[in-house]
Structure formats: structure tokens, C-alpha cells
């Protein structure tokens, strides 16, 4: 099956800095790739997606890279704040018989300093 | 509309009691499951459901069974319940269309001593 690793496990930056969370996948079948951001002690919620045929895209400071050669995809978060401190997962998604199956990574605990 | 709602919030159990995690979502979705969370794990799937009716094993079922009741509600219970099933539970629907986001409920901080 499907195996998503994710790096770095923490990451703390200095507000204003730039963040940058990488995954692999292992399944070249995957073709849906989201993120997702969970608040301490909230449920995740979806902040960005990428699907296989875009190769990046944007919404505002946060970013998100897909390279399909390599299996690999990444969150860039710029301009840093305090509110963006949380933990961020990432997933790839398969659609096996027409069902969606998401494999999500270890997650990435995001510290921003103020 | 209330999105995905579970219960309980919070539970404690001791080795071998059984219980049921509630799961309700009232936006027409068909897919539907249920993740474990636990530190340095990430969300691991336990068991979903496509579609009203159907269930099927995820990467972590051992110990777990589910119910599909309607198309609004997926159940999920623990037999007889061990620590190695401490955890945070989420249930999760997908949207119908494309757009394939996945909305969690707020999560079962289940205990078993």
C-alpha cells in the first residue's frame, strides 16, 4: 500500500521566516495530495490541496510544490506568525474502484517565535 | 448544519469493557471514516465506508468493528477494549464531488486502563 513519510517531525522559525514541510509517497498512483493543519486540541481541517497534473500552487503565504518524478511534495509557508503554529500533516490520496483512500504522514509540529 | 459531530469528547475505560464512538454528518456525503491518532503516528485509517451500507478494513482494524446504520451515521465500536487502544479517535467525511476534502469531527480522547 500506499507509505507517506513526512520531515521534519518539528520545526520551530522565527516569525516573519519562511517554513518548509517535505513528504514522499510511494504509490505513483496517487493523484490528490493534500494538507491539513490541526490546532492543539482541534480536529484537522484542509488548507491546501494539489492534484498530480498541477505541478504548484498558492493561496496567499502558504504554497505547496508537487514533483511526480520524484514523489515528492511540499508546504511552504512565508511570513511566518504566531497563528500558524500547529501541526501539519500531509497525504496522498488514491482512488482504487473508484473509492478514495488517503494516507496521511507522521505530522509536523510547527513552532513559530514571535 | 453542524458538519461532522461526535461522541463522546472524552472517555475512560477499563481492560475489556466494550463501547460504542458515535459519528453523524449532515451533509449528504457518502464516504465516510474512522482515524486513530496517536503522538509520532499520525492518522491511521481503522475503517471506512464508501457508501451506505458497505464498510471495509483499513490499515488498523484489529480490535475494532463498525456500523454503517444510514447514510448519516457510522459507528464505531471497541469489544473489549485494551490500552494499546488509548488514543484520539476521528471520525471523517469526503465530499461527493472532485473536491475531495475530508471533514473531521471534533475527536474521542478515549482512555483504557
Known amino acids: 500500500g500506499e507509505n507517506v513519510e513526512q520531515h521534519p517531525s518539528t520545526l520551530s522559525v522565527q516569525e516573519g521566516d519562511s517554513a518548509v514541510i517535505k513528504c514522499t509517497y510511494s504509490d505513483s498512483a496517487s493523484n490528490y495530495f493534500p494538507w491539513y493543519k490541526q490546532e492543539l486540541g482541534k480536529r484537522p481541517q484542509l488548507i491546501i490541496d494539489?492534484?498530480?497534473?498541477?505541478g504548484e500552487k498558492k493561496d496567499q503565504r502558504i504554497a505547496v510544490t508537487l514533483n511526480k518524478t520524484a514523489k515528492h511534495f511540499s508546504l511552504h509557508i512565508t511570513e511566518t506568525q504566531p497563528e500558524d503554529s500547529a501541526v501539519y500533516f500531509c497525504a496522498a490520496s488514491i482512488r482504487p474502484g473508484g473509492y478514495q483512500k488517503v494516507t496521511f504522514g507522521i505530522g509536523t509540529k510547527l513552532q513559530v517565535i514571535p | 448544519n453542524a458538519g461532522v459531530t461526535q461522541t463522546p469528547k472524552f472517555q475512560v475505560l477499563k481492560t475489556g469493557q466494550s463501547m460504542t464512538l458515535q459519528c453523524a454528518q449532515d451533509m449528504n456525503h457518502n464516504s465516510m471514516y474512522w482515524y486513530r491518532q496517536d503522538p509520532g503516528m499520525g492518522l491511521r485509517l481503522i475503517y471506512y465506508s464508501a457508501s451506505e451500507g458497505t464498510t471495509d478494513k483499513g490499515e488498523v482494524p484489529n480490535g475494532y468493528n463498525v456500523s454503517r446504520l444510514n447514510k448519516r451515521e457510522f459507528s464505531l465500536r471497541l469489544e473489549s477494549a485494551a490500552p494499546s487502544q488509548t488514543s484520539v479517535y476521528f471520525c471523517?467525511?469526503?465530499?461527493?464531488?472532485?473536491?475531495?476534502?475530508?471533514?473531521f469531527g471534533s475527536g474521542t480522547q478515549l482512555s483504557v486502563l
Open positions: 471523517a467525511s469526503r465530499t461527493p464531488t472532485t473536491n475531495e476534502k475530508l471533514f
Open positions: 494539489i492534484r498530480s497534473n498541477v
